[in-house]
């Protein structure tokens, strides 16, 4: 699936953007300790920011209480996708924060809207955690976890970059990861994506015109 061009029409202003976030993983690429990782966190930003490849597709994860939950469940209703962890301490946090006001602006037609969070740490984020997290920005939310092979494979449909890191004399370990918004229109396909630092006037807007609100 391509950007469609609805999808262009709605984010082509928002590139620039994530041009300047993929300058910044380019020249982290250069970097020779961290050339292997940064060079695929380069290679599916440009993946992502080009429209020419194939981006998204179907998935099947664990929601609440362990049942498995499709993609297609949500057909009918434009789904906005962030993958993210709950012990990240502020990338995510905002975002989240950035898609609950936008689903409140949106007023009745937040109900053709299904905001979905994946999370990039299913080893430490359980089925309980990670559900107290997500409703206490909207009880919209919809959580999912997988296996790592899941994971890694869903994230990687959608161009995620991500990793553990351990910080030094840390015991602890954060996940370095791309922190982007996908929007995904009634039809299951992949319509755009919208970059770190995007408001929630912006994001209500482009949500708006995919459910043909005014």
Request: hydrophobic share 40%; aromatic share 10%; net charge positive.
């Amino acid at each position: 699936m391509r950007i469609t061009r609805r999808g262009r029409l709605a984010l082509g202003g928002l590139f620039l953007a994530s041009a300047i976030a993929a300058a910044y993983v380019e020249e982290r690429a250069k970097l020779p300790a961290e050339e292997p990782r940064r060079a695929d966190a380069a290679r599916l930003m440009n993946d992502l920011m080009s429209g020419k490849a194939d981006i998204g597709g179907p998935f099947t994860l664990a929601g609440e209480g362990g049942k498995r939950v499709s993609l297609a469940d949500f057909s009918g209703k434009v789904v906005v996708l962030y993958f993210g962890y709950t012990f990240c301490p502020d990338v995510c946090p905002t975002d989240l924060h950035t898609i609950a006001a936008a689903l409140d602006a949106l007023g009745a037609d937040r109900d053709k809207v299904q905001p979905v969070f994946i999370t990039l740490d299913p080893e430490r984020d359980t089925p309980a955690q990670l559900g107290a997290y997500v409703k206490s920005f909207s009880p919209r939310f919809i959580p999912l976890s997988g296996t790592e092979k899941e994971t890694r494979a869903v994230a990687t449909a959608y161009k995620v970059f991500y990793e553990k890191v351990r910080p030094p004399g840390s015991s602890h370990y954060v996940i370095d990861h791309a922190a982007f918004t996908f929007i995904i229109d009634q039809q299951g396909k992949y319509a755009g994506f919208l970059p770190p630092g995007t408001g929630a006037d912006r994001m209500t807007g482009v949500v708006r015109e995919l459910v043909g609100g005014r």
